[in-house]
């Protein structure tokens, strides 16, 4: 039997930017079998717990220790060096999320200059289709990152009334073969 070929995930590194990072670093850890210890954090065994108790709070011990592992690796030392007296992955995580994650406030303020940067955006002569659709989709999944929700039909509309005049008879193409709303 031939061996195998198995590439272990890489851990995502935590650069600053908290709500991209979170979302990579739940994936990774999800894939791993290690989130139920994030979202509960793992209790101490009491004098009336019984074997199998134990040993299931064994388990999830270990497992703790595991995503620890992986949330320490995934930290710059400088930040952990803040968070080394938390004593589970799921109070590290905790830290994280208080520290780093934005606040409704500034989720607004990011939303609201995405939605300005969106309904100003044009396509640039002699840009390609490609490229512009590569920019107008890195806006919307930004946005809807921050809580829009902003449909396709609406993406649609914007990237056809966006073009530049050269395709203009492709836009009127567009248009009369399909319901716009329809088109993602």
């Known amino acids: 039997m031939a061996a195998e070929n198995f ?28 989130w139920c210890v994030i979202e509960i954090a793992v209790a101490e065994p009491t004098a009336g717990t019984s074997e199998e108790q134990q040993t299931r709070l064994e388990m999830l011990k270990l497992k703790d220790l595991k995503a620890k592992n992986y949330l320490f690796q995934a930290i710059e030392r400088p930040i952990l060096e803040t968070i080394l007296c938390k004593d589970s992955s799921k109070s590290i995580w905790d830290s994280m999320q208080k520290n780093y994650e934005c606040s409704t406030k500034t989720k607004r303020q990011e939303l609201q200059a995405l939605r300005i940067e969106f309904e100003t955006l044009r396509m640039k002569s002699g840009e390609s289709v490609t490229e512009y659709l590569s920019r107008t989709t890195a806006i919307v999944n930004k946005m809807r990152n921050h809580g829009s929700k902003i449909d396709d039909s609406d993406v649609v509309e914007k990237i056809l009334r966006s073009k530049t005049p050269k395709f203009n008879f492709v836009v009127c193409s567009i248009e009369e073969a399909n319901n716009v709303e329809n088109l993602s």
């Open 7 to 34: 590439v272990q995930p890489a851990i995502p590194r935590f650069d600053g930017y908290y709500d991209h990072w979170s979302m990579l670093m739940e994936n990774f850890l999800r894939s791993k079998e290690l």
